[in-house]
């Protein structure tokens, strides 16, 4: 039976509470990497509105106004930006098992963004 989708609010309401009951939802480099992973799941959903909106090609206009296809310059900072939110996700897991005050007796952070 497959998972219901959450919506990054909820996902992140979710982290929030693992990191809480693990006692380092306060921890500096918790916050300030929670939040940055926040940013960049924002910005990944634009990039995707914007993939969806104008397709894999765009025209550019080069010398004399010559349009020209190319690729679309939001797949580029799509793809450099997840792969950004994964090192952050690692570096999350990497925090919430290094700084936990509490062991995790429910699902690990790990599985649950695994989905």
Do not use: C, W
Not at 25 to 45: C, E, G, H, K
Request: aromatic letters at 6%.
């Amino acid at each position: 039976m497959p998972k219901s989708k959450m919506s990054l609010q909820q996902q992140a309401k979710k982290i929030l509470e693992q990191a809480e009951s693990r006692g380092v939802s306060s921890n500096y480099f918790f916050a300030t990497t929670f939040n940055r992973y926040q940013v960049q799941m924002r910005i990944l959903d634009d990039l995707e509105k914007a993939i969806l909106e104008h397709g894999a090609t765009v025209e550019k206009e080069y010398v004399r106004g010559r349009p020209n296809l190319t690729a679309n310059p939001a797949i580029t900072e799509y793809n450099k930006t997840a792969t950004a939110a994964n090192g952050t996700v690692a570096t999350l897991i990497k925090i919430l098992d290094t700084l936990s005050t509490e062991p995790d007796t429910t699902d690990s952070l790990s599985e649950f963004l695994d989905g």
